[in-house]
């Protein structure tokens, strides 16, 4: 059963930060083994995250940097991020826009007189020196804070070297700009010169006289960044690696090991993907792999990488099956999806994949024996790390999952424990498989509810887009979010449809030239099927509520099926696809001059002279990644055409809408504006916040 205390959870959404707070994240696994190094914050409640350290040994943890003891009030966030030496001997991080280092063994974190503020410092692989970016200049800094200098510094305006975003598909969590050689004398660097990407203006500012803020931003057609590799000495001298940006655009991912400096980098039309070893002397390259697919080549976090013979990993997509591959070789067995390439410690391979969508495992691959083996046991969400003899298995969620297990040979096992609060709602929930395409679907309704007591307004509350699922055995802050609705009356229905990860190639192709059409009649058919099994769900009364994607495909269910959807809250959506980012549509809908029909049944404006329903539109001012725009040009549509909606537009807000200190109002204006456009009783539904 689901809590009664469900009015709390909209406070504790802030002050938890979506139960991000306390909860361990960031690990490493030092090359002995003997220390695994870890943020977390001390409770959760608490924004402060600290580096921590336990000792694998005794299972003693201890804290290595505490920013409030180091910062006092300037500590703010606290560590946010950090990077470690080969050997885990020392780490690097910022704080306060300031760049500190520690030494693991026991030495106090100290603070380097580098220029500030410091973005992304790393230490080379021997700790003797830190490289980091500032101000769109590559710098390096001795560990005992001596001979700071920029070893690659912006040529023009619109030059920043070792910008981490390009990276970001293939390392979603530490993303990565610039690259250590093995001897710490030498990076790889991304130069990126942002000169011809087009300006855009974002935010309403509060005084008449502020100006709104531009930033870049490549919409489909339009020209985008030209990112380059550099090979950078130390003595400031560079030399550029042979690629051609006009030919492959993108950069997927780089590395640098014994066997010298490699790059990925993609096509803009999605269909190529070299990796190219490079040889550092001359920045000549040579292929070393090339994958051709259509209509895209999937891009795998970890990937590209290889073991330490010179091994190239890398994935095939065949069959409807994700395989992990080894210079070309298959390793992994159909229906086995991969999801990551966590790293190759020796000859082994540590990776992530699915054989049910709703879960994922850990595995590792033996180079010596061929052998695959599964490693975590337990249903789950997982993920984790190997090296030195010492595996960390991290299964991933808000309370009660959210743990890390650390296991070494003839020592007991020793944990790391997430201090994240536990939602103030539990779910009552139902896991279902629906219609002929068995999607994977759960079913949330309320504590006070009897089965046949009475008939239930049903909310769609999907993401449904390509790279999020929401039906996993790992509940993020969404879940007890989802049961909170459920509370204030509905029956809520939260379904993954094509274009979904987890189930492999075929089915996020499915998206492929029309990315809403097959993702909205799946919610459809979701959407029924869960009525027929559930005769309290009242198909007379359907809401829809999204955000981001979400909130596009919220829109176009009330626009485009006003049969089905009586009433919808999008927040944060895309309206228009000409306007989103190039490298995000253009791998689903191709290049607007080849397929303007593809965009234009993607725009939701011409939609809006269709019946009336209504609609809730909510959108962060400062969101830089879908401009507040897309929902004003809705509107202004929405109003020629005589369609009554509301509109709430959040002054200092980004993309994510949920999480600042408008979240309790926010909700609170969502459930009011379902519950009055729905007909529920909020009396009996025992209502939110008022």
Excluded: K
């Excluded at 991912?253 to 070299?274: I, K, M, Y």
């Excluded at 190239?312 to 991969?338: E, K, N, S, W, Y």
């Amino acid at each position: 059963m689901a809590t009664t205390d469900a009015d709390s959870l909209p406070e504790q959404l802030v002050r938890t930060r979506r139960f991000t707070l306390g909860h361990p994240r960031r690990f490493t696994v030092s090359a002995d083994g003997g220390t695994v190094l870890f943020l977390r914050s001390r409770a959760g409640d608490d924004p402060v995250a600290c580096l921590w350290a336990l000792d694998v040994g005794t299972g003693v943890e201890r804290v290595l940097a505490d920013p409030a003891q180091l910062c006092g009030g300037t500590a703010g966030q606290g560590i946010a991020s950090y990077a470690a030496d080969e050997s885990g001997a020392s780490a690097a991080f910022t704080m306060a826009g300031g760049l500190w280092v520690v030494d693991v063994g026991g030495g106090r974190a100290r603070q380097l007189p580098a220029v500030g503020p410091v973005v992304d410092p790393r230490p080379d692989p021997a700790g003797r020196r830190v490289a980091y970016t500032a101000g769109g200049a590559l710098r390096v800094i001795e560990a005992d804070g001596t001979g700071d200098r920029a070893v690659a510094e912006p040529d023009g305006p619109d030059v920043e070297f070792g910008a981490r975003e390009h990276t970001a598909d293939v390392a979603p969590g530490d993303p990565r700009g610039f690259w250590w050689a093995p001897g710490g004398d030498r990076l790889l660097v991304a130069r990126v010169d942002s000169a011809r990407v087009p300006l855009r203006q974002l935010g309403a500012p509060a005084g008449p006289g502020a100006r709104p803020r531009a930033v870049r931003y490549t919409a489909p057609g339009e020209p985008c960044a030209e990112v380059t590799l550099w090979v950078a000495c130390l003595d400031g001298t560079r030399t550029r690696v042979d690629v051609d940006p006009a030919e492959f655009p993108y950069l997927a991912g780089a590395g640098w090991d014994r066997h010298g400096p490699f790059a990925a980098v993609q096509s803009r039309t999605h269909d190529r993907l070299r990796t190219v070893g490079i040889d550092p002397a001359d920045g000549r390259t040579a292929v070393l792999a090339e994958q051709h697919d259509a209509p895209w080549v999937h891009l795998v976090p970890g990937l590209p990488a290889r073991t330490s013979s010179g091994a190239i990993l890398a994935h095939q997509d065949a069959g409807g099956t994700r395989f992990l591959t080894v210079d070309g070789m298959r390793i992994t067995p159909p229906g086995l999806q991969l999801r990551a390439v966590l790293g190759a410690d020796g000859g082994d391979v540590l990776f992530t994949a699915s054989d049910d969508p709703a879960q994922t495992h850990l595995w590792q691959w033996q180079a010596r024996t061929g052998r695959l083996r599964r490693l975590s046991g337990t249903p789950g969400v997982h993920s984790g790390a190997r090296r030195g003899g010492t595996l960390l298995l991290f299964a991933d969620g808000v309370r009660p999952h959210g743990r890390a297990t650390v296991v070494r040979d003839r020592q007991p096992p020793r944990h790391v424990a997430s201090v994240a609060e536990h939602p103030a709602t539990r779910p009552r929930v139902t896991r279902l498989e629906l219609g002929p395409r068995a999607l994977r679907a759960d079913l949330y309704l309320p504590s006070w509810h009897g089965t046949g007591s009475g008939p239930l307004p049903v909310l769609l509350d999907p993401y449904g887009g390509p790279g999020r699922q929401r039906v996993t055995a790992a509940p993020d802050w969404r879940v007890p979010l989802s049961q909170w609705f459920a509370e204030q009356g509905f029956a809520v229905l939260v379904a993954d449809g094509r274009g979904t990860p987890g189930r492999g190639p075929d089915w996020e192709r499915a998206v492929h030239g029309d990315l809403f059409g097959p993702v909205l009649d799946d919610q459809v058919t979701a959407l029924r099927e869960a009525a027929a099994r559930c005769p309290d769900l009242d198909l007379g009364r359907v809401g829809i509520r999204g955000s981001s994607f979400g909130g596009t495909l919220a829109a176009l269910a009330v626009l485009r099926r006003p049969d089905c959807f009586h009433a919808g809250v999008a927040a944060s959506g895309v309206t228009d696809p000409r306007l989103y980012h190039a490298r995000s549509r253009e791998r689903f809908l191709g290049l607007p001059d080849a397929f303007p029909e593809r965009y234009d049944a993607g725009a939701l404006a011409p939609d809006a002279n269709g019946p009336a329903r209504p609609l809730l539109l909510v959108h962060g001012l400062d969101d830089a990644n879908v401009p507040a725009s897309h929902t004003r040009r809705l509107s202004a549509a929405l109003l020629a055409a005589g369609h009554p909606h509301e509109v709430l537009l959040l002054r200092g807000v980004g993309h994510q809408v949920l999480g600042a200190v408008t979240t309790g109002y926010l909700l609170q204006r969502q459930r009011d504006f379902l519950q009055r456009h729905l007909g529920v009783d909020a009396a009996r539904a025992g209502g939110g916040p008022r």
